[in-house]
């Protein structure tokens, strides 16, 4: 099971940091990523991560802002948001799957946590 926490409402140009906690397994050998779907949108890529840490991906629209890590120890994942804008505005997920692929390129995880809402007011 995969929780998404650390949202909240912040003005343009802050910072959050999202957590996603994985309970009741390890994310171990999970490619991990973050998603997030606005009002009236669909639910699009942010953030993906190897289970090894040696590859990362970003939606154009974040990169250089937006940063993803993981403590496997722990069984957490982290998103860095710096510089927000307004259009950052979406209720953000958590995602794993066993291919890095399903989360960068496919956007079809087999694993999906809650999402944590993210507001950035102008």
């Known amino acids: 099971q995969l929780q998404a926490s650390g949202g909240g409402s912040v003005q343009a140009g802050g910072s959050l940091r999202l957590s996603c906690a994985a309970s009741?397994?390890?994310?171990?050998?999970?490619?991990m990523g973050w998603f997030r779907q606005a009002p009236g949108k669909e639910r699009n890529f942010v953030a993906g991560?190897?289970?090894?840490?040696?590859?990362?991906k970003y939606a154009d629209s974040v990169k250089g802002r937006f940063t993803i890590s993981r403590d496997n120890a722990k069984n957490m994942v982290y998103l860095q948001m710096n510089s927000l804008k307004p259009e950052d505005t979406a209720v953000y997920y958590c995602?794993?799957?066993?291919?890095?692929?399903?989360?960068?390129?496919?956007?079809?995880?087999?694993?999906w946590g809650q999402g944590t809402q993210v507001t950035v007011s102008s």
């Open positions: 991560i190897s289970w090894s840490k040696d590859y990362t």
């Open positions: 009741g397994g390890t994310i171990n050998r999970l490619a």
């Open positions: 995602a794993a799957d066993r291919q890095i692929n399903q989360i960068t390129h496919r956007a079809a995880p087999d694993y």
